[in-house]
C-alpha cells in the first residue's frame, strides 16, 4: 500500500512539475531532465511513469480537464435566479482564477495546439466550450439569450477570451485579474441577454 502512495505522489509531482515548466518553457523547448529535477525524481523514475514527453503532456492535460471539470460541477450546485447565463459568468471567473493560481490547468489550455498532433480527445478549450455552448443552450430555450444570439457564436468567444487571458497572464499577471473579466461581460452581457436582464457580476466590485 505504501508503494502504490508513493507511486501516485510521484505521479501527481511529476505531473505538477511538467505543467510548471511546459506553461514557463514551451511543450517543444521543455526539457525532461528539468521537470524530473523539479518533481524530486530521477530521470528513472519519471520514464517508469511516462515512457516519453507526449505521455506527460497527454497526463497534464487529462489532469487540467479533470481540474475543469470540478470547477464547472462546483459552479452548478449553486443555481442561480439568474438562470443559466449566470452560470458561465461564474464559471468563467472561476476558470480564470484557476488560471491565475494552477500551473496544471494553465498548462491545459497551453498544451492544446500540441497534444493534438498525439492523438488527444480530452482538449482543454474544447470542453470548455462545449460546455459553455451547452449552457447558453439551454439559457436560449429558456429564453434568456436574445433570440438573434447564436449560443455557440458566443461560447467561441467566451472561450477565445478566456484561452487569450491564460496567454497574456503567462507574461503580465495582471490580465489575469479579476477586473479584466468585469469588463470584457460588461461589454458581453448586454449584446446577449434580452432588455431589461440584471446579471449581476460576481467580482464587480474588484
Known amino acids: 500500500m505504501a508503494k502504490q502512495e ?12 511538467a505543467a510548471e515548466v511546459f506553461s514557463r518553457e514551451g511543450y517543444r523547448t521543455a526539457s525532461l531532465t528539468v521537470i ?9 523514475a519519471l520514464h517508469f511513469h511516462f515512457p516519453t514527453k507526449s505521455a506527460l503532456a497527454l497526463a497534464v492535460e487529462e489532469a487540467a480537464a479533470d481540474r475543469l471539470r470540478v470547477i464547472v460541477e462546483r ?3 449553486f443555481e442561480q435566479p439568474e438562470g443559466p447565463i449566470r452560470l458561465v459568468v461564474d464559471a468563467s471567473y472561476q476558470v480564470v482564477e484557476q488560471l491565475a493560481a494552477d500551473p496544471v490547468l494553465r498548462a491545459g489550455f497551453e498544451l492544446g495546439g500540441h497534444t493534438v498532433e498525439m492523438g488527444s480527445s480530452g482538449r482543454v478549450c474544447d470542453l470548455w466550450q462545449r460546455w459553455v455552448a451547452s449552457v447558453l443552450e439551454h439559457a436560449q430555450g429558456a ?22 487571458l491564460e496567454e497574456l497572464g503567462r507574461r503580465d499577471p495582471r490580465w489575469l485579474a479579476h477586473p479584466t473579466l468585469t469588463t470584457f461581460w460588461r461589454l458581453v452581457l448586454p449584446q446577449v441577454a434580452p432588455a431589461g436582464t440584471s446579471v449581476p457580476l460576481q467580482f464587480a466590485g474588484s
Open 36 to 44: 524530473s529535477r523539479l518533481a524530486g525524481v530521477s530521470s528513472g
Open 75 to 77: 459552479c452548478e450546485k
Open 143 to 164: 429564453g434568456g439569450l436574445r433570440s438573434e444570439v447564436v449560443p455557440g457564436h458566443v461560447a467561441g468567444l467566451v472561450v477565445a477570451v478566456t484561452a487569450g
Open 6 to 17: 508513493r507511486a501516485v505522489r510521484t505521479r501527481k509531482a511529476l505531473i505538477t512539475a
